[in-house]
Nanobody, 120 residues
Framework: QVQLVESGGGLVQAGGSLRLSCAAS????????MGWFRQAPGKEREFVTA????????YYADSVKGRFTISRDNAKNTVDLQMNSLKPEDTAIYYC?????????????WGQGTQVTVSS
């Protein structure tokens, strides 16, 4: 059974940094994309960033390019999200996700989420 467990959320002032981590287990993720989505109160869940587990190619939403960096550790089966220059609009619950290319969103594997709050 696939499990994704996030850690590292918290409260930070605008301009600060946080690092989120996602520990993945339950299968081999070699052909998967791993990534992060976020959902702010009253808004739809939105894509933040993803990484191809095999090739390491990365993808970012325009709103976080240049500020956020996704990385993976194949040996530890973890995916990290380094968030710098945080803004109040980054406040949301951040979810780790895993899926093969072309998988519908409703069939993604999801973590339980971790709260990130950025104060102004």
């Amino acid at each position: 059974q696939v499990q994704l467990v996030e850690s590292g959320g918290g409260l930070v002032q605008a301009g600060g940094s946080l690092r989120l981590s996602c520990a993945a287990s339950g299968r081999t993720f070699s052909s998967y994309f791993m990534g992060w989505f976020r959902q702010a109160p009253g808004k739809e869940r939105e894509f933040v960033t993803a990484i191809n587990w095999n090739e390491g190619s990365t993808y970012y939403a325009d709103s976080v390019k240049g500020r956020f960096t996704i990385s993976r550790d194949n040996a530890k089966n973890t995916v990290d999200l380094q968030m710098n220059s945080l803004k109040p609009e980054d406040t949301a619950i951040y979810y780790c996700a895993a899926a093969m290319a072309g998988t519908p969103l409703e069939h993604y594997y999801w973590g339980q989420g971790t709260q990130v709050t950025v104060s102004s």
